[in-house]
């Protein structure tokens, strides 16, 4: 089946940047959106950001300015790069295909 791998997760510090990418273990993903969403300790889990089919992005008001969601769509892959990180910003963060496609998740933590 279809599995969605996260890489790029890990330690950094408050004002530092990470990046983030989910490739499927299979291609033709390409007429989807794709997005990241995250579950912070002891939180529910909320929507960061995600790039419809046709290249239109919602982000978080969180992350508003500060995280860029981007597709490969030749590669059926999605990045996010995490700029100007906060301590809010620790959390397991999912790469998520409709309708219900998920990541197993790759911890993100932002601590001094």
């Given at each position: 089946q279809l599995q969605l791998v996260e890489s790029g997760g890990g330690l950094a510090q408050?004002?530092?940047?990470?990046s983030l990418?989910?490739?499927p273990s299979e291609g033709g993903l390409s007429m989807y959106g794709m997005g990241?969403?995250?579950q912070a300790p002891g939180k529910e889990r909320e929507l960061v950001a995600f790039i419809g089919s046709s290249g239109r992005i919602n982000?978080?008001?969180s992350v508003k300015g500060r995280f860029a969601i981007s597709r490969?769509?030749?590669k059926s892959s999605v990045y996010l790069r995490m700029n100007s990180l906060k301590p809010?910003?620790?959390?397991v963060y999912y790469c998520y295909v409709?309708?219900?496609y998920w990541?197993?998740?790759i911890l993100v933590t932002v601590s001094s």
């Open positions: 408050p004002g530092g940047s990470l990418s989910c490739a990241w969403h995250r982000y978080a008001d490969d769509i030749a809010e910003d620790t959390a409709p309708p219900n990541g197993k998740g």
